[in-house]
């Protein structure tokens, strides 16, 4: 299934739901503010259309709101957590990930580093924090650890960094 999309299929209610997270200047709003939802009912379109119509007005909605690289995070195969290949925080050791729970959407910063050749890792959550909040933590807590923050792709960064960086665009 699609990122943030949702099938319902039932006696009264068929079609797709689109929930995707409230941004209020470029930036991710806390979950308690809520989502943005929009309901594209199935009737006599297909659901192969329904689910274009609802998928074309996500993709709209996120590249509006300078999020859609929400998108490029990966299903773990293992969990039911979103990671993705590629870091799509834009720092070394600092990522976004996305778990999908009953309640709804999680989003967190996570901030990693190795510790007598053991892995560790804490995460900051979007919801509580904000988007920068969070990702600001994650930045603090991985600079202590690592002792430096490097920037792959400044387009990504959803904020720079209060600590002392590098960038090392490709």
């Known amino acids: 299934m699609d990122k943030y999309i949702?099938?319902?299929d039932y006696a009264h209610t068929r079609g797709y739901q689109v929930r995707v997270p409230i941004v209020l200047?470029?930036?991710l709003t806390p979950y308690e503010k809520g989502n943005t939802n929009k309901f594209f009912a199935k009737g006599e379109d297909t659901w192969?259309?329904?689910l274009a119509k609802a998928t074309i007005w996500r993709?709209?909605?996120l590249i509006?709101?300078?999020i859609n690289y929400l998108l490029l995070t990966q299903r773990n195969k293992r969990h039911p957590m979103k990671t993705s290949i590629r870091n799509t925080s834009g720092v070394i050791g600092v990522t976004l990930q996305v778990t999908f729970k009953a309640c709804g959407v999680y989003y967190g910063y996570a901030a990693f580093w190795s510790k007598n050749a053991k892995q560790h890792r804490q995460q900051f959550s979007v919801n509580l924090n904000g988007e920068c909040g969070a990702f600001l933590k994650a930045c603090?807590?991985?600079f202590?650890?690592?002792g430096v923050l490097i920037i792959t792709d400044i387009k990504a960064v959803p904020c720079l960094p209060d600590v002392?960086?590098?960038i090392k665009e490709k």
């Open 6 to 8: 949702t099938k319902f």
């Open 164 to 166: 002392e960086y590098l």
């Open 64 to 66: 509006e709101n300078k």
């Open 48 to 50: 192969e259309e329904s």
């Open 25 to 27: 200047d470029g930036v």
């Open 59 to 61: 993709d709209k909605y």
């Open 140 to 142: 603090r807590l991985r």
């Open 144 to 146: 202590r650890h690592a």
